[in-house]
């Protein structure tokens, strides 16, 4: 019988160097970037290099060999020391997963490498304007003209286009005269003739931006398409419950950026000769926040450790990401409580993470899409969708 | 070129420390153990200078079972072997001590240069190079800010308060550096993932030679008889101006000498 929470010493000391790493570019490395429009390059790089971006992918094609524990781990230490890449949700979690498990050996050689020490950069791109969170509806469609495959679409909320060689496009193939459709994933690069993307301004304070995506008969090779045409709905889920495990690795990272700003305040923030956190208005709301952060944090780890395991992470997966998204949005607003005016101040960086914490409850499924999927699935309550 | 890193296990200098009051030792137990923070500037000059040279890079330590972690670090930053001196008679040893016990496993193993940390945080006495030198009938470089070998001599500058003072030593020699000499690296993944199967040799007083009563807080050649807590800030000084509060105001910052 075994059933241990400790997690060794190679995943601490891999907390201890990436948290190392992060902790020399910080916060104002990151907030600079993202109101300067510039970019957290350098970081990536230097990530990369460190084999912190493949820590997930195959030692043959470069990467560390470990799973979605290890690559957890670095999101959720880079994001606590003021630096969340959000492209790792993308690039080694959705990308190299799905091209690592059902991608052909070319395939594998040709992007994994890249992907793995970050010298190249892979977004994905599944939501359609009209499909929403309903992947089913995907209207995106490649048809096959002689050895080519030309695809036609458009998506909307992709990330970091500007950073990326390459997009992950969820389409569909137009399968002959009777008009089927079947999902089907293709790599795109993203200076392809007829690929136009077009930044949305968004409110949120992060160097990643927010694209809508245009593919306009997209002209791709007949290898562009992702392994065996069959495969697209399993390929799909591959690659989503590890973009969920990511997506609560950010929020946990983020959340306890405002925890760790929210409680050296409130030790040495005096009013009236008393720290303001001995008072218990402040302190139980940021003891509840703890709480929630360590009670994601166990369900991201199972869900993680589950996916390494190769078993069904569907519940647990959703699980992390909502709870996790939760912690965040209630830790940075409590963060911000216990700063008063100066939490909405540029100079303590907590109303940075405001907009940040927000998204989270978002994307890449709402809380609501959760909870419907629980409540089918788990509870066994009819389906509304 | 085979370079020895001195690695000391310290409580993190960045947390409460405490001594402990049944025998005045450092309390470890209770205490978040880190490698010293200066020692890894050392164990990073030690990597730069194997890999210009060749050679390996072994990490030296003397602590209880715990210090392993130390020498994980060292070892995921990119040593290539590690000696832990473990033995429970050495609790309580003071610098004189510990320095017989270094020595004693330095003259087990091969070395042209040995590199430490010009202090440590818990002790902060800073003597050990010396007196490892001083054991060892080897020179000693103390205190570089930058380290070049070549020629089967030690060269380096020698950090002071206005400049700093050109030394050199013919190999092999101990050198302690500052933490102005470089900016020590973060372990990579792999890095992490290779030390633990890299070589660690655990040796006790009897495999060194030494006697137990060589050693230990009851042999101490000095001793912690009392010890206190930091007394609570004072009430700071209070300028009233009447007039003359610029010229107070300098007068104090010249009394703390900032200007």
Redesign the interface.
């Known amino acids: 019988m075994t059933l241990h929470f400790d997690e060794g010493d190679e995943l601490r000391a891999l907390r201890a160097a990436v948290a190392d790493l992060g902790s020399r570019y910080g916060q104002p490395y990151f907030l600079e970037q993202a109101r300067s429009g510039g970019r957290t390059d350098a970081l990536w790089a230097e990530a990369g290099k460190a084999g912190f971006l493949g820590v997930n992918l195959p030692e043959e094609y470069g990467g560390g060999g470990g799973g979605m524990v290890e690559l957890s781990i670095v999101l959720e230490e880079l994001g606590a020391a003021g630096c969340p890449l959000l492209m790792m949700v993308v690039s080694p979690a959705i990308c190299g997963t799905v091209i690592g498990r059902f991608g052909t050996d070319e395939q594998k050689q040709r992007w994994l490498p890249g992907l793995a020490d970050g010298s190249s950069t892979m977004g994905f791109a599944i939501t359609e304007p009209d499909a929403g969170s309903n992947s089913h509806e995907i209207t995106t469609a490649a048809r096959r003209d002689g050895d080519e495959w030309v695809l036609s679409g458009q998506k909307v909320w992709i990330s970091g286009v500007d950073q990326a060689d390459a997009l992950l496009v969820v389409g569909r193939l137009a399968d002959g005269p009777r008009g089927t459709l079947r999902p089907a994933l293709f790599v795109v690069p993203t200076d392809a003739p007829g690929l136009a993307a077009h930044p949305i301004p968004m409110e949120i304070v992060s160097p990643e931006r927010q694209f809508q995506v245009f593919l306009d008969d997209v002209r791709l090779p007949a290898d562009a398409l992702v392994g065996h045409p069959d495969q697209g709905i399993a390929q799909l889920f591959a690659g989503l419950n590890p973009e969920r495990v990511m997506a609560a690795a950010y929020s946990l990272g983020v959340a306890r950026l405002a925890m760790a700003k929210a409680t050296d305040y409130a030790r040495t923030r005096q009013v009236w000769g008393t720290p303001i956190g001995a008072h218990q208005g402040l302190a139980h709301p940021l003891a509840a926040c703890r709480i929630e952060i360590e009670c994601a944090r166990l369900m991201t780890q199972k869900a993680a450790w589950l996916i390494d395991a190769g078993q069904d992470a569907g519940t647990a997966a959703n699980s992390a990401k909502y709870a996790a998204a939760e912690a965040a949005v209630h830790a940075v607003d409590q963060a911000i409580q216990t700063h008063g005016g100066n939490g909405l101040s540029q100079e303590y960086g907590v109303a940075a993470l405001l907009t940040m914490s927000r998204v989270s409850r978002i994307a890449p499924v709402s809380r609501e899409m959760i909870l419907s999927f629980v409540a089918q699935h788990d509870l066994r309550l009819p389906r509304s969708y | 070129m085979n370079i020895v890193v001195l690695v000391k296990q310290v409580p993190d200098s960045g947390s409460e420390r405490k001594l402990d009051p049944a025998d005045n030792t450092v309390a470890r137990a209770s205490a978040d153990n880190v490698i010293n923070e200066m020692d890894e500037y050392a164990i990073e000059e030690a990597l730069l200078v194997r890999d210009r040279e060749g050679g390996e890079v072994t990490v030296l330590t003397v602590g209880p079972d715990s210090a392993t972690?130390a020498i994980?670090?060292a070892l995921?930053m990119g040593a290539d072997k590690a000696v832990h001196v473990v033995d429970d008679a050495i609790h309580g040893s003071c610098a004189v001590q510990t320095s017989g016990v270094i020595a004693a496993a330095l003259q087990q193993l091969e070395y042209d240069l040995v590199l430490c940390g010009a202090e440590a945080t818990d002790a902060q006495l800073s003597v050990m190079p010396a007196l490892v030198a001083e054991r060892l009938n080897i020179p000693q470089l103390s205190g570089a800010r930058k380290l070049t070998v070549e020629g089967g001599m030690a060269k380096i500058e020698r950090q002071t308060d206005g400049g700093y003072w050109a030394v050199e030593a013919p190999l092999p020699a101990i050198v302690s550096t500052w933490d102005t000499i470089n900016e020590p690296r973060?372990?990579?993944?792999?890095?992490?993932?290779a030390?633990?199967k890299k070589p660690v040799e655990t040796k006790t007083l009897a495999d060194l030679g030494l006697d137990a009563g060589s050693v230990g807080l009851a042999n101490a050649t000095s001793k912690v008889l009392d010890f206190a807590g930091r007394p609570p800030k004072g009430e700071g000084v209070k300028v009233v101006d009447e007039g003359d509060g610029a010229q107070k105001f300098v007068d104090f910052l010249a009394s703390q000498k900032i200007v």
């Open positions: 972690d994980r670090k995921s973060y372990p990579s993944f792999k890095g992490i993932m030390a633990k």
